[in-house]
């Protein structure tokens, strides 16, 4: 149930009967399964139908497709490298993978040849072979067995395999060996022609290189003569390039020790320099101090200093003694002085000699080794240029060599290729079949009666997914989106007992909602005519009132009158029904027909549009609609203050203008529909009209719902309302899973 305005309570969406776990796994709520086992139990004549028509066809074609078929195969090795003349030339192997399988394709298509095939049959093998038919031309088995034979490439491998398939195994391995072996031989000769005339030019080519290779290993060996040399190598050193840069290293040094010694030289000159004589005399006095001599002759002036010193010591300054001893005083410093500049003058003249002389040398060490250095450049250059030559004569000399011997590897390989397996040989040769590929009546039949059982299942089972009409309370439930309120089985499969109690249930379901949201009014509308809507108002309307629930029963359908609202018997008054009401000539109370044991009160539709009195209001007929139905909500809500439940049943919704109205006048609409009649598209229609009309609640019951329904819900339902109990699990699953 749901709530479609929030204006009024409505019926709780309260679930439909209890059904076991495998009723809801067949059956989910808001989608369409099936149960392949309950579409069987439907259609058992559309299985076995289709069960026969499969054996009955299968059976004689897998006889015929069963004749055991035996296959011989060979295999041929494409190499996917071809042999050059030069070590770098471009037909020395493919350049790419696309290249390679492009001619591993062409020699595949090249195998069925006519010609080849021709020349096999002409073989002892092929001719033993049985291939030729009695009075056939050869030339009409050689196109047979073009068409026969299936050649193809083995996938990541280089090979190619020829395979021949027939019903007798005698002659098969023989004919596939003999087209292979035609096949490589013809290979062999296309691929190498012209090879005579490949040896004499490489011939040739070999010769001239041979006079190349000594007239450079001539020249070579005069150069290492000249050179006094014993081999030439780019890892070793030019013997004059050591030489020479020694010569520059010692030339740089002793232009460094010559600049050096002419620097110390000017640094005494006076003439280089201001203050070069002080600089000399400071350098001979420094030499002067460290000489012995003069530190010997000091030591003897300071000893006669010390004993004149001593001897005046004491001596007043007039007296006669000291005057003498001040004069021998002044003479040891006049002669400490003239000793000390005669040492100075001489280390003076010492040391500036010696700076000359190095100077000299160290300029003179200089010339010599820029000559020597000259000379050795020179012989160094000469060294370098004929080493060179040698160098590039023995490079060149290796090269000719190298080539010399590829020319020679080659016109040795051509001289033999043609006893060589070639490009294209054979990898493995074809073997007489043991077993039979193909074939094997009993599998095959096998298979058909499988196919016959699956088929004789499924067809059933997709008749059922693919019917449009409606047949299970999921499907509904699908559709509308919303659960059902209830939903009733077929009468006559149901039985008294079951029926009673769906009815019950739902009366219960009604008595809760108007418990629980106060909802008095419920309006049954079908989607089409005779949906049963008139059996189910009757039946829960009298349900009701057994559980203690005031209820009657009003006829508001003009559409389509029943006969069961009218009176029992004629004592008494006839009811004028629902129409006498609407339009004022009579009271509800009066036209009230009073229940009895079969029947609850009930209010009959009553004449409309002039028919006669007591007669059914036909379909087309002018009398299909209520009059004054403006006045048909007041009167439901005054049956309403009477009566604990007021149930109407209404035309269809699809078929009358008054279900409308009707639907806006009640608390709770319930759409109910007919299974197996009403389609997925009908159902749509009329969700859609209920829902454009902004009633305040809607719901839906699934009327005559058949006992073998696809999801199989009906079968479980009524099985578990017989035995008391739900169906057992699998003992298969329920060990494991469902511990």
């Known amino acids: 149930m749901a709530t479609v305005s929030s204006g009024s309570p409505a019926l709780p969406a309260t679930p439909p009967p209890p059904v076991p776990a495998q009723a809801a796994a067949a059956a989910p709520s808001g989608g369409m399964s099936v149960n392949p086992l309950a579409s069987l139990r439907k259609h058992p ?17 897998a006889w015929v497709m069963g004749k055991p078929k035996y296959e011989a195969t060979a295999a041929i090795y494409v190499s996917p490298r071809f042999m050059a003349n030069l070590d770098n030339s471009e037909n020395s192997k493919f350049d790419s993978t696309t290249q390679y399988r492009e001619y591993v394709t062409q020699n595949a298509k090249t195998i069925n040849r006519f010609d080849i095939m021709v020349d096999a049959l002409k073989t002892p093998g092929g001719a033993a072979s049985g291939w030729i038919k009695p009075k056939e031309t050869l030339e009409h088995a050689a196109s047979r067995l073009q068409g026969a034979l299936a050649i193809e490439e083995v996938p990541d491998t280089y090979q190619i395999t020829v395979s021949l398939a027939g019903e007798k195994k005698t002659g098969l391995a023989e004919l596939v060996n003999a087209v292979a072996d035609i096949y490589i031989e013809k290979a062999k000769a296309e691929e190498f022609y012209g090879s005579d005339q490949s040896v004499e030019s490489l011939t040739q080519d070999r010769a001239r290189l041979q006079k190349a290779i000594a007239d450079k290993q001539a020249r070579r060996l005069t150069l290492a003569q000249e050179l006094g040399v014993s081999s030439f190598s780019d890892n070793d050193e030019n013997p004059y390039d050591r030489l020479l840069v020694t010569a520059r290293e010692a030339e740089a040094e002793a232009q460094k020790e010559a600049i050096q010694a002419e620097g110390q030289l000017a640094v005494f000159d006076e003439q280089e320099r201001r203050g070069g004589a002080e600089a000399l005399r400071a350098a001979a006095m420094t030499e002067a101090v460290k000489d012995p001599a003069l530190a010997s002759l000091m030591t003897n002036f300071n000893s006669r200093r010390a004993a004149v010193l001593a001897s005046v010591s004491g001596l007043s300054a007039d007296h006669p003694g000291r005057r003498a001893a001040q004069r021998e005083l002044a003479e040891i410093d006049k002669e400490t002085q003239a000793a000390t500049e005669k040492v100075v003058q001489s280390f003076s003249k010492t040391i500036l000699d010696q700076r000359a002389a190095e100077a000299y040398e160290a300029r003179h060490v200089e010339q010599k080794l820029a000559a020597e250095v000259d000379r050795q450049a020179a012989q160094a250059s000469w060294f370098t240029r004929g080493y060179q030559e040698g160098i590039q004569l023995g490079n060149e000399i290796d090269e000719a060599r190298k080539t010399e011997e590829t020319i020679r590897q080659r016109i040795d390989y051509i001289s033999l290729e043609k006893r060589a397996p070639g490009f294209v040989r054979l990898f493995s040769a074809a073997r007489p079949p043991d077993e039979p590929i193909k074939g094997g009546r009993k599998k095959l039949m096998g298979i058909f009666l499988f196919l016959a059982l699956a088929l004789g299942l499924v067809v059933p089972t997709g008749i059922d997914f693919l019917d449009p009409r409606l047949h299970a309370p999921a499907q509904a439930e699908g559709i509308l989106g919303l659960p059902l309120v209830a939903w009733l089985m077929e009468k006559p499969e149901a039985g008294p007992g079951f029926e009673r109690e769906q009815i019950l249930r739902l009366a219960n379901r009604l008595n809760q909602d108007r418990q629980n949201h106060g909802s008095r009014i419920f309006a049954f509308t079908s989607v089409k005519a005779a949906g049963g809507s008139s059996t189910i108002v009757l039946e829960t309307a009298r349900a009701l009132t057994r559980l203690g629930v005031p209820a009657i029963a009003v006829e508001a359908n003009a559409y389509h009158s029943d006969s069961r609202y009218a009176s029992a018997n004629s004592r008494g008054p006839a009811s004028r029904g629902l129409a006498a009401i609407l339009t004022g000539s009579g009271q509800l109370h009066q036209e009230v027909v009073p229940g009895d044991e079969d029947r609850p009160d009930r209010v009959p539709a009553g004449e409309v549009g002039g028919a006669a009195k007591g007669a059914a209001n036909e379909p087309g ?23 604990s439940v007021v149930m109407v049943d209404g035309p269809p919704i699809l078929a009358s203008v008054d279900a409308e109205i009707l639907a806006c006048a009640a608390d709770v609409v319930i759409l109910v529909i007919e299974a197996g009649s009403v389609t997925k598209a009908e159902l749509r229609r009329a969700a859609k009209t209920l829902e454009r009309l902004n009633i305040r609640a809607i719901s839906a019951l699934l009327n005559r719902v058949r006992r073998d329904e696809p999801t199989g819900l009906a079968t479980v339902a009524l099985e578990e309302f017989r035995t008391g109990s739900a169906p057992p699990s699998p003992r298969l699953l329920s060990p494991w899973l469902w511990r």
């Open 621 to 643: 007929n002018g009398a299909g609609n209520l009059p004054e139905t403006q006045n048909l909500a007041p009167v439901l809500r005054q049956a309403a203050e009477t009566y």
């Open 45 to 61: 004549r559309v299985a076995l139908a289709v069960a026969c028509a499969v054996a009955i066809l299968g059976l004689p074609l």
